[in-house]
């Protein structure tokens, strides 16, 4: 089953000669708990594709369908409302509130949408994040690893259907980097959890079930590791 379907998609910034294509008719399609790894160099439209999967931007042409829901067809308010449910995204500079706690940064997108936090889910994801101890405690107050595991959580929360991670570990060091990932592949893996990396790190890329090359706004190679 195709849990995210993207279909002739393209994004052009600018009109006329001063016009730049960042994505160029791009499709392809991602099974429900696949591991998918988009790479490709600086200014390729990787983090342009990223954006247009979560909802954040909008396209010039073509479609997005998480679910079957075509996420273009929503109007603002519908949006902002599917990705909190539907969509998982974690950045490389965490993007917590500072003057929320780790609970309440990783209950926020609940919260926003007036929906009951499931205790036993939200112990269980705190549980395996290993922030038990830290839950009152500040961003300001965690290490850089204990913050992307806090952006994880809040990511993870509403049980989405995808989890978007933009260069997860490059703001961390190699051990960091290690265990952010091998987290997110635990989820992915023990939870049929689809996640989708953005990532320039070849190395984490190896460790997908399939790589997608993007260079100059195309889609240069699809190359599945693990069937």
Do not use: W
Request: charge should be neutral; charged fraction near 20%.
């Amino acid at each position: 089953m195709n849990i995210v379907e993207v279909k002739n998609l393209s994004k052009v910034y600018g009109k006329g000669e001063t016009a730049v294509t960042a994505l160029d008719d791009v499709s392809f399609s991602v099974k429900k708990g696949e591991f998918v790894c988009i790479i490709g160099p600086s200014g390729s439209g990787k983090s342009t594709l990223l954006h247009l999967l979560g909802g954040v931007d909008r396209p010039t042409s073509g479609m997005v369908l998480i679910n079957q829901t075509n996420i273009y067809d929503l109007n603002e308010t519908q949006l902002a409302i599917f990705r909190r449910r539907q969509i998982g995204l974690i950045y490389q500079f965490y993007n917590l509130i500072p003057i929320l706690t780790v609970e309440e940064n990783i209950t926020l997108p609940m919260l926003l949408d007036e929906q009951k936090v499931d205790p036993s889910h939200f112990n269980k994801v705190v549980e395996i994040l290993g922030l038990n101890q830290r839950l009152s405690h500040l961003p300001n107050q965690l290490s850089g690893g204990q913050q992307q595991r806090v952006s994880i959580g809040r990511a993870l929360i509403s049980n989405p259907a995808i989890m978007l991670a933009d260069e997860p570990t490059g703001n961390l060091d190699s051990k960091n980097s290690k265990e952010i990932m091998e987290l997110l592949k635990m989820f992915n893996k023990t939870y049929n959890q689809t996640l989708i990396v953005i990532t320039h790190d070849e190395r984490i890329a190896l460790q997908a079930d399939r790589i997608i090359s993007i260079e100059d706004g195309k889609v240069a190679k699809d190359e599945v590791i693990r069937p």
